[in-house]
């Protein structure tokens, strides 16, 4: 889930205070913790294996650290108000290297592709771990990050909403999947109270959905969508909307968020990326699960550079192999593993399913409301 604007912890949302209020009353967890480590390994088990299969992906290493002269770190923004930890490494150096902690591993999976000697229709899938520092930490978002994040190598006339729908539903569907094999190993997750995912996604663009609800800002535009149904994708995130804005920023240098496309009434829209965004009957709140998109081209990547005021890193090296048709044309995506897991488990807080620090504010909230957040 990449390239997020600076208001991720949802509307409202900037003090613990508030953050009290979000947090659901009477909560008590369905699953023990040693249930729940049981029942999340075995979704991780299921989500990669299925993947892998129905988007033809091998597992692969991924990069916990990158120089930072290769251009490769998920920047997160065009604002660049997310910065990632950096630090000098290589004792006896008398240079040393600038090394990053990646922020995800958007941009490395796709010259992956080629170091891995990926085929048409052939990809990969990581198992990513980030730190991402300038997050407000509240109840699904943290400090570490984990991900699957895939690429798979795909064909000019490839580049299409139906290629990429087909991908967003091949990926529903191992949600899917997911939890009936946990809910088949605890049965108590068939819960009246928390139903489960809808069978289908509702496709919606972001232009659309401006239009529905031209009087509320973004995320409580979304918000409201997913009342209405549970379980969306929506086209389009970065382009600049009849408002004067994005539905949200997104990084210049790898989901292709310029090209013009055609609903199916015949519109014209852009973008041919996005995101799939769920209610939580737990928080009773939005609930994002993962971002993905086809990649920029050597025609797009400028432009969308060009629109961000970042043209200057067109000479980085990524960017250069992009421009040389040195990597291939890509389908790529983030989905957030802890994410996941908190909502299959019916979790109320992301620190149930993931170990990081938390602010003792907010560890305070989370004994007071019985979440146990694990250390």
């Not at 190598?153 to 729908?165: A, K």
Request: include cysteine; charge should be negative; charged fraction near 25%.
């Amino acid at each position: 889930m990449s390239g997020k604007q600076a208001d991720l912890a949802g509307p409202g949302i900037s003090t613990y205070e508030e953050v009290a209020k979000v947090l659901p009353q009477g909560y008590e967890s369905i699953l023990t913790p040693k249930e729940t480590m049981q029942a999340l390994f075995a979704v991780k088990n299921y989500i990669e294996e299925n993947l892998c299969k129905e988007l033809n992906l091998f597992m692969v290493q991924v990069p916990l650290i990158v120089d930072r002269e290769s251009g490769v770190n998920d920047m997160l923004d065009r604002d660049g108000s997310r910065t990632p930890v950096e630090f000098p490494c290589g004792l006896g150096l008398e240079t040393p290297i600038q090394a990053q902690v990646v922020q995800a591993a958007t941009k490395w999976k796709r010259i992956a592709l080629k170091m891995f000697g990926c085929d048409m229709g052939e990809g990969i899938c990581t198992d990513m771990k980030a730190i991402r520092k300038d997050y407000f930490l509240d109840h699904d978002h943290s400090a570490y990050v984990d991900q699957w994040d895939w690429e798979k190598v795909m064909s000019e006339d490839q580049r299409s909403l139906e290629y990429l729908t087909d991908a967003i539903q091949s990926i529903w569907k191992v949600f899917k999947g997911a939890e009936k094999h946990v809910q088949e190993m605890f049965p108590q997750l068939r819960n009246s109270r928390y139903p489960d995912l809808p069978d289908e996604l509702k496709f919606i663009h972001a232009e659309d959905i401006l239009a529905m609800y031209p009087e509320l800002p973004r995320k409580e535009r979304e918000t409201r969508l997913i009342q209405e149904f549970p379980a969306v994708f929506i086209y389009g995130i970065g382009w600049t909307l009849a408002d004067g804005y994005p539905h949200e920023l997104r990084a210049a240098d790898y989901d292709d968020w310029v090209t013009e496309t055609v609903s199916k009434d015949g519109r014209q829209m852009h973008g041919l990326n996005g995101d799939i965004l769920v209610w939580n009957p737990v928080t009773k709140r939005r609930h994002e699960l993962s971002s993905m998109g086809v990649r920029v081209t050597k025609e797009t990547l400028p432009i969308q550079l060009e629109m961000s005021g970042q043209s200057e890193l067109l000479s980085q090296p990524y960017h250069q192999a992009i421009m040389k048709d040195e990597i291939p044309l890509s389908i790529g995506g983030g989905i957030g593993q802890s994410r996941v897991y908190m909502l299959l488990l019916k979790k109320a807080h992301i620190g149930e399913v993931s170990v990081t620090v938390w602010p003792q504010d907010l560890q305070d909230i989370c004994v007071e409301k019985n979440i146990h957040i694990l250390k």
